[in-house]
């Protein structure tokens, strides 16, 4: 989906978000509910079973966030908050963490989606951070 560039049939459908594209994503929320909102033409998650991305706090960290996957009708399911899969329930600044979500645990496997968001979890507005490495394998 994105590794140093957004791969062909994805696009950025942010909401209130700052998103810069170079060997990362550089993502920055401009609203306390904005969306980081990757999209494609819907495509069928048959035979894999993990969304995996790399995720930088910049320099504060500390970010709260979690993804929602969209279904082939645009419709939102399968929240998931991303502090289990992160050290002190949130994203460490200064570093890159791999991250590994298997797809069951969002609702999405076998499942037709069109794409997914992150999305802050408490209602504020999260530092900037950034993206690279996303995939659905």
């Not at 819907?42 to 991305?53: A, H, K, W």
């Not at 991250?99 to 069109?114: C, F, G, M, Y």
Request: charged share 15%; aromatic share 12%.
């Amino acid at each position: 989906i994105y590794n140093n560039s957004l791969s062909p049939g994805w696009g950025n459908w942010s909401w209130d978000t700052g998103v810069t594209t170079s060997q990362e994503l550089g993502v920055q929320f401009t609203s306390p509910w904005a969306g980081m909102y990757l999209h494609s033409t819907p495509f069928s998650t048959q035979g894999r079973s993990t969304l995996s991305f790399s995720v930088h706090g910049g320099e504060t960290g500390g970010q709260e966030l979690r993804i929602i996957m969209y279904d082939k009708l645009g419709n939102a399911f399968g929240a998931r908050s991303l502090d289990q899969y992160l050290p002190n329930n949130a994203v460490p600044a200064r570093m890159w963490t791999e991250i590994s979500i298997p797809l069951s645990q969002v609702n999405a496997l076998d499942k037709e989606i069109s794409g997914f968001v992150f999305q802050g979890t408490d209602g504020n507005i999260q530092p900037p951070f950034l993206l690279d490495n996303l995939k659905i394998e």
